[in-house]
């Protein structure tokens, strides 16, 4: 069973920074590590998402180029380093685990694929 906390969720003004954490109970080498996010009244939607095998990543059209995933092996923690946001991207913020044989980011990234999920973190950024 894999168990995931986020945390650095925050209020900040666009513009700004914020790197959230997810502290994963196992990280295998052939699991998928994905960030979601859901605002209210919408649907939950694929941010990032890193390949453990490789450390390869993709991202969603609306964060790339602003939004960075990374690891810390040694502290079993997936980061997402989000820049430049945008009143936008105000949602909360969900962690994902799976064995993941996908070989597209589309499917790495559509959260009916994971069964492991944290309990989520609260991101607003005001205008």
């Known amino acids: 069973q894999v168990q995931l906390v986020e945390s650095g969720g925050n209020s900040v003004q666009a513009g700004g920074s914020l790197r959230l954490s997810c502290a994963a109970s196992i990280i295998y080498g052939r699991y998928c590590m994905a960030w979601f996010r859901q605002a209210p009244g919408k649907e939950r939607e694929g941010v990032g998402v890193?390949?453990?095998?490789?450390?390869?990543?993709g991202y969603g059209d609306s964060v790339k180029g602003r939004f960075t995933i990374s690891r810390d092996n040694a502290k079993n923690t997936l980061y997402l380093q989000m820049n430049t946001l945008k009143p936008e991207d105000t949602a909360m913020y969900y962690c994902?685990?799976?064995?993941?044989?996908?070989?597209?980011?589309?499917?790495?990234?559509?959260?009916?694929?994971?069964?492991?999920w944290g309990q989520g973190t609260q991101v607003t950024v005001a205008s």
């Open positions: 890193m390949y453990l095998i490789d450390g390869s990543t």
């Open positions: 994902a685990a799976e064995p993941c044989p996908w070989g597209d980011n589309v499917q790495a990234l559509a959260p009916h694929e994971y069964r492991y």
